[in-house]
């Protein structure tokens, strides 16, 4: 066997496993991050088919084992940049209109930074933690949503339990908001990290909601601690 074939895998595709070559004035661990973002298959596949990032793999496998994307939904997408979730969510509910028959579903995209425009999505700069936020979203929807998601998570201080609190406090933040905006029987989609504090989290939902799941879907990195609540039927 010659050196060229050892490079070559069972499917007849060379491995092609990107090293930094060049790394001044980075850290070890900055170029840790950029070797596995090269050597990603998600990261690769979302440049493939036009995703904004990786992430949008994770809504799209929760939504292929949960189905709260229909057709004709009313979606909000909290903490939206830099989109995925809400390229993901455009096509599903039909934002687009490109699946004839179906109903027209719509879709608000929220986010402190301006994100830039999505196909099929009304975007809004705004805290949603602000005065009156769930009142605006409700007067852009023309009513309450079907689906509240979010994907947030607050900024890392590098200390490990010090962040699964913020982000668990986030993510209550969020479901307080989507008790607001949601219609009966709607769902709630969010981000938290394994940590030890979600029971809370977690009993609140389920005051909430008749269906309550965490799950990791295959696209979450096995090294990330992050996990998915997905809570559907809503009762107000």
């Known amino acids: 066997m010659t050196n060229k074939a050892k490079n070559v895998s069972s499917r007849g595709q060379r491995d ?3 090293r930094l070559k060049k790394a001044r004035g980075k850290t070890v661990a900055q170029v840790r991050w950029l070797e596995r973002q090269l050597n990603d298959p998600y990261v690769k596949r979302a440049k493939l ?4 990032g990786r992430a949008a793999f994770k809504i799209l496998e929760l939504d292929d084992k949960y189905r709260f994307l229909i057709p004709g939904a009313r979606v909000v997408d909290l903490g939206c940049a830099p989109g995925g979730w809400s ?4 096509k599903r509910i039909n934002a687009l209109g490109e699946k004839q028959g179906k109903v027209r579903g719509r879709i608000l995209g929220i986010d402190l930074q301006k ?9 809004y700069q705004l805290d949603f933690l602000e005065d009156n936020a769930e009142e605006k979203v409700k007067e852009w929807l023309d009513g309450k949503a079907d689906v509240v998601m979010s994907d947030m998570a607050a900024a890392s201080t590098g200390h490990k339990q010090t962040d699964h609190l913020r982000i668990i406090a986030l993510c209550e933040a969020a479901a307080y908001f989507a008790f607001d905006v949601l219609e009966e029987g709607g769902a709630f989609i969010a981000k938290v990290l394994a940590g030890g504090a979600e029971g809370e989290l977690q009993k609140l939902l389920k005051q909430q909601f008749t269906k309550v799941a965490h799950l990791k879907p295959p696209s979450s ?3 990330s601690s992050e996990k998915f ?8």
């Open 16 to 18: 092609l496993t990107v």
């Open 49 to 52: 088919e036009g995703y904004r």
């Open 87 to 90: 390229q993901v969510a455009a």
């Open 115 to 123: 994100v830039e425009p999505i196909s099929g999505v009304e975007l």
């Open 221 to 223: 990195r096995a090294d």
């Open 229 to 236: 609540v997905v809570a559907m039927g809503y009762r107000s």
